[in-house]
């Protein structure tokens, strides 16, 4: 089955500009999810969607960053204006209801945010 | 909340030597383990996972062990391959479905 599809895989954008990411989830994974990987650490949750529905955004950086999965299958994620701490890999994730009582989350290959 | 120490931070061994990544976490409610490999510009992946209800779980040269008393979990890679280079790190989290709490990972070098 194809994996986790996430574009565009680099990004370098001038601070206070805004940047999008989009992914799209493993066919039939109603879970999404998106992590932040810092430079030389592990992933860190930023919101978690349940079908179209963000049941866990209480890392989501509310004031620039903002989320959207509107029919439950392809999300994006958005920063506005970024700023350079910003630069870091942002991963999407899915899992499958079969297995979400077992968490096995499925990564795509991340896009590489450079904020100049 | 979870917190999740990883150890070592990087490691070194020889091709066909065994390797040891060690894990702890603080929040005794967790109940799933997971592993995953990161490959230089790729994401990580799932290489082996453990629950709650088993103490180790094994697949081909891959092996972990947890200790759910102690609150660590360790990672065992046998007849370690050059291939098996990457940086590795570990998980755990206590929602069905929720999020995973990552260790720092641990760069694991396999010289031939």
């Known amino acids: 089955e194809a994996g986790v599809v996430q574009s565009p895989r680099y990004k370098i954008i001038e601070k206070k500009q805004p940047v999008a990411f989009w992914c799209n989830p493993i066919?039939?994974?109603?879970?999404l999810y998106w992590y932040r990987q810092n430079l030389g650490q592990g992933p860190e949750l930023l919101i978690r969607?349940?079908?179209?529905?963000?049941?866990?955004d209480s890392q989501l950086p509310k004031d620039r960053f903002s989320a959207e999965r509107l029919k439950g299958v392809d999300s994006t994620l958005k920063i506005q204006p970024a700023e350079l701490g910003d630069s870091a890999v942002y991963l999407c994730a899915s899992s499958s209801p079969d297995r979400v009582l077992y968490n096995e989350q499925f990564f795509g290959p991340g896009t590489r945010l450079t904020v100049l | 909340g979870e917190n999740v120490e990883q150890h070592p931070s990087t490691l070194s061994v020889q091709e066909g030597d065994s390797a040891v990544i060690k894990c702890t976490y603080s929040?005794?409610?967790?109940?799933?383990f997971p592993w995953y490999k990161q490959e230089l510009g790729k994401g990580p992946q799932l290489i082996i996972d453990i629950r709650s209800n088993v103490g180790e779980k094994k697949d081909q040269r891959i092996a972990v062990t947890l200790n759910k008393t102690a609150k660590h979990f360790s990672l065992h890679i046998t007849e370690t391959q050059p291939e098996d280079s990457a940086v590795y790190f570990c998980a755990a989290s206590m929602d069905q479905g929720g999020k995973l709490i990552f260790g720092q990972g641990t760069e694991l070098s396999v010289k031939p």
């Open positions: 929040d005794s409610a967790s109940n799933y």
């Open positions: 969607y349940e079908n179209e529905e963000a049941v866990d």
């Open positions: 066919s039939g994974h109603n879970t």
